[in-house]
């Protein structure tokens, strides 16, 4: 689960990590008064999306005066904002963070993620804040530190100095930065995340460290264990098919092809999804099911699928185990006759009671293509292609 910037400030700052004074606003006139109530010469309005890359769209504005804030705040409220993690299509700014302007001397990387090659936790760090850290990795890999947790014992303080002197640091700033790292990590370990990152995190002029930029993901699957944080989530910023998938308890992702895609299991749905590639099409979606997937739920899946307008085509593919053949064909069967199917679909079962899934797509006449094979059904997946 992803959470705005200021939802992410607010809890680095429980955790006793500095952040700029800010407030978010809905209304370009309420942010002239943060302004004026703030003091200052400079503040920052940063547009609220769920995608970094904002200041590359004018999502990050600087301004001098409380005349210019809400001049900025008039334009930034309500725009499409592109970045490059948005698509083409962008996100709409709904809120905006107005902060005070603060004098920086230095700009670093910090952050925390998982390491799945190593199965622990990664701090990273870097002297080249502001950064895209991914950027970073392909051009200077040598200017990102990193340091391996054991989550047994945690973060050791010679591996927070560590990280400091290789970002370079002023010594000056060692013994804060060593508390920072250490509750950047609890942060990390107690809320169950799977990236917090500050972007830049600053040194100022007037000898302090400062998280001016923060971003936080959760593990969807740990949430259960903090249902306050559940509260952050943004519907706003969520895919409409995504959230009503999820209200069903389905695994959908909408993506950018044409052709949809129903499967029982993440790793037959990344087979489908290859096999999709090479005959040519692009899949719309992921659509996983799963193993205990009832009728309802198949149903739901099939309606979600066709509500995707860029859908020309739609392939099933189900392997009979704990999800039988038949109910998935009665699913199928089911949202055939409450909805209107103008796309072509490709079915392929194989597995528990594949016959009786067969018979009951057969004798419900719909104009479905049943695929004996994987390999058939990139055959007559390919048709769809090139129809």
């Known amino acids: 689960m992803k959470i ?27 942010a002239r008064r943060i302004a004026e109530e703030s003091g200052g010469d400079k503040w920052v309005l940063k547009a609220q999306i769920h ?51 603060i004098a920086i001397a230095q700009e670093f990387f910090v952050g925390v993620t998982v390491d799945r ?15 895209e850290i991914e950027e970073l990795a392909a051009s200077h890999p040598e200017k990102i530190v990193r340091e391996w947790i054991d989550v047994g014992i945690g973060l050791q303080a010679f591996q927070a100095r560590n990280l400091l002197f290789g970002m370079g640091i002023d010594a000056g700033f060692i013994r804060a930065g060593v508390g920072l790292l250490a509750q950047l990590y609890r942060l990390f370990e107690s809320l169950d995340c799977t990236l917090v990152e500050i972007n830049p995190l600053v040194a100022t ?29 943004d519907p706003d910023e969520q ?44 899949p719309a979606n992921f659509l996983d099911v799963g193993g205990g997937a009832t009728t309802e739920m198949v149903t739901k899946g099939f309606e979600i699928i066709l509500k995707d307008k860029n859908v020309r085509g739609i392939l099933i593919n189900i392997f009979g185990g704990i999800l039988r053949c038949d109910v998935l064909a009665t699913g199928v069967v089911e949202a055939a006759s409450k909805i209107k199917i103008d796309v072509p679909v490709v079915v392929r079962l194989d597995g528990t009671n594949v016959e009786e899934g067969r018979n009951i797509l057969a ?16 055959n007559k997946v390919r048709t769809i292609t090139e129809s």
């Open 4 to 30: 705005h910037e200021y939802q992410a400030k607010k809890i680095l700052s429980e955790f006793s990590i500095p952040v700029p004074q800010g407030s978010v606003v809905r209304d370009a006139k309420e």
């Open 51 to 101: 995608a970094g890359g904002r200041g590359k769209g004018g999502g990050v504005q600087v301004a001098d005066t409380p005349d210019v804030v809400e001049n900025i705040a008039e334009e930034m409220l309500g725009m499409t904002l592109v970045t490059p993690q948005t698509g083409p299509q962008g996100k709409q700014v709904n809120k905006i963070l107005v902060e005070q302007g």
């Open 117 to 131: 090659t190593r199965q622990c936790p990664v701090i990273m760090a870097s002297s080249e804040g502001g950064m």
């Open 205 to 233: 002029q007037d000898k302090q460290l400062v998280a001016l930029d923060a971003k936080i993901d959760f593990d969807d699957n740990a949430l259960f264990r903090h249902k306050n944080l559940m509260e952050l989530e």
């Open 239 to 282: 895919d409409p098919l995504d959230v009503e998938a999820s209200l069903h308890r389905l695994n959908y992702i909408r993506m950018d092809g044409d052709l949809g895609i129903m499967v029982n299991g993440a790793g037959l749905a990344m087979a489908t999804m290859d096999l999709i590639e090479q005959a040519g099409a692009r």
């Open 363 to 378: 004798q419900a006449d719909l104009d479905f293509v049943v695929a004996d094979s994987m390999a058939d059904a990139a």
